[in-house]
């Protein structure tokens, strides 16, 4: 293990020792792989689905959206029910679990890479690189705009030469997905503000639909499976860590054309239970930044992205499939730990909200599978973070851990799924100035650090879908007190590191 003397504190006070594990970046020292040859070590297949809810997917509970892929992998591996992502959209998020900072530590709250703020600290990839690995990631694994950077090949945003916010450093292979999005041929609509149904289908960060003329080829995710699959069946001589990055459901909603017919027709699709004046106890910027309101969609357009969403779902879980048929075939299923989880949630019509950003549970708790060679199939209702991945899976491989990442060792859970290793979540919303903390019973959220744009506290035993802030009901003065002291130490504790 890293030793405990090179904790950032204990390394405060060796002055010199200090300055240049600080210049360094915290490293640590050059080792020899520890335990044996490299090829007793287990690989890592981490695959990333982009702005996908739990509530998505058969394995959690929804009826209507079948993912018979995800669900096996699920069978075969722990099933976390309270993951939570650190921040709900692309950048912030991957930015931290990759980086092994939150995002109050790094301040990376936007669409770039955590290079400039961590210097030479190690990334979760680069980890596992500097210890011996091949690391390899296919498509969105750092943030890269969708659909503009995947029409492209790299990032809409002209990052780092088509790269998006990517860090070449942390990897040996980095392969991108390039693919048509909504230009791909097809019956295209545009959902989002639309209302005369004259607007073309259109690029950008906007709810539109195409059902797609091809086979699953044609499109990045079907392109990015298939050279994880290509990957996987390469002779290796060092273990691996792959990272595969599927960007559905992220809109557009594109997909061949049969993954939308079990949703059809659109109009049989059921919309979230909604209450009337349910808006009128939530603050201004609690109110999501895309709702059914703003976005100008009625119910038909509504009922249509709901099922276009599903079908986008089905999509990356037949690639999901994909992948894993390849890594059984292979008999490296044997020695490979693999991950499923999504950047973040997402809204389809709870509130009338739509998308992310929001800190509702639809939004900020994440689907999380791992599964690892071995051990017994479980459900875990412990409190886990996307934090967690990055020194779970070093510990799980015997590599050093660098004393400087804020997540946990979660590894005892994959043991005794009954165990907790957290009894909160803290997850932020950086474009609302949005804090969540969700405890077992409770979900308190607060907009500004100094609690001026309002907050919410609703009872998750009671009221699990959220419709009754009770931050102004004098019963609950005490718990919202408290809730209020947990932000105030998680923030505190987050702001105690070494950059
Ligand atoms: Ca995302």
């Not at 809204?347 to 549970?361: I, M, Q, T």
């Not at 959220?445 to 919410?456: F, H, I, K, N, V």
Request: proline share 7%; aromatic share 10%; glycine share 8%.
């Amino acid at each position: 293990m890293f030793h405990p003397s090179s904790s950032p504190k204990r390394l405060a006070a060796f002055c010199l020792l200090a300055m240049t594990a600080a210049i360094s970046g915290g490293r640590l020292p050059a080792e020899q792989p520890n335990n044996g040859t490299s090829t007793e070590r287990l690989n890592v297949l981490f695959i990333i689905s982009d702005d996908l809810t739990s509530t998505a997917l058969s394995c959690y509970g929804n009826e209507v959206c079948q993912t018979p892929n995800i669900d096996s992998l699920a069978a075969e591996g722990t099933r976390f029910t309270r993951a939570y992502c650190q921040a709900t959209y692309c950048g912030p998020s991957r930015a931290s679990f990759l980086s092994g900072y939150y995002p109050h530590a790094t301040e990376v709250f936007g669409y770039v890479s955590p290079r400039s703020k961590i210097g030479d600290r190690w990334t979760w990839p680069q980890c596992f690189r500097e210890q011996g690995y091949e690391t390899t990631r296919v498509s969105k694994i750092f943030h890269m705009g969708v659909p503009g950077g995947i029409q492209e090949g790299g990032d809409g945003r002209n990052h780092n030469q088509g790269n998006g916010a990517d860090d070449p450093v942390s990897w040996t292979h980095r392969f991108n997905s390039p693919g048509p999005e909504w230009k791909a041929p097809g019956e295209g609509e545009t959902l989002e503000s639309n209302p005369d149904g004259k607007r073309p289908v259109v690029g950008g960060n906007t709810f539109v639909v195409v059902e797609a003329e091809g086979d699953d080829l044609v499109h990045s995710d079907g392109k990015t499976a298939d050279k994880a699959v290509q990957l996987i069946n390469q002779q290796h001589d060092q273990p691996f860590w792959l990272g595969i990055g599927f960007v559905r459901p992220h809109v557009p909603f594109v997909a061949p054309a049969k993954y939308f017919e079990p949703f059809k027709p659109f109009r049989n699709r059921q919309l979230p239970e909604r209450l009337d004046n349910d808006w009128d106890d939530i603050p201004k910027l609690g109110i999501n930044y895309k709702t059914s309101l703003n976005m100008q969609m009625d119910l038909r357009k509504q009922r249509k992205a709901l099922g276009a969403y599903y079908a986008s779902v089905a999509f990356i879980d037949a690639q999901v499939g994909k992948v894993m048929a390849a890594l059984k075939a292979s008999g490296q299923d044997k020695n490979t730990i693999v991950i499923f989880t999504s950047d973040h949630g997402y809204h389809l019509g709870e509130h009338d909200f739509w998308a992310k950003v929001s800190l509702r549970d639809e939004s900020a708790q994440v689907p999380l599978i791992i599964r690892v060679p071995g051990q017994r199939p479980a459900v875990c209702h412990s409190f886990v973070e996307l934090l967690d991945l990055y020194p779970t899976t070093a510990k799980l491989c015997g590599l050093d851990v660098p004393a400087n990442v804020q997540g946990r060792d979660i590894t005892s859970l994959l043991k005794d799924p009954e165990a907790s290793v957290r009894d909160e979540a803290f997850c932020v919303a950086p474009m609302r100035k949005g804090f969540l903390i969700r405890t077992n019973r409770w979900a308190y959220l607060q907009y500004r650090e100094d609690g001026s744009g309002g907050a919410e506290l609703f009872d998750m035993r009671e009221d699990p879908k959220q419709f009754h802030n009770l931050i102004d009901s004098p019963e609950h003065e005490d718990v919202v007190r408290e809730m209020q002291a947990r932000l105030h130490a998680k923030l505190a504790a987050v702001r105690d590191n070494d950059l």
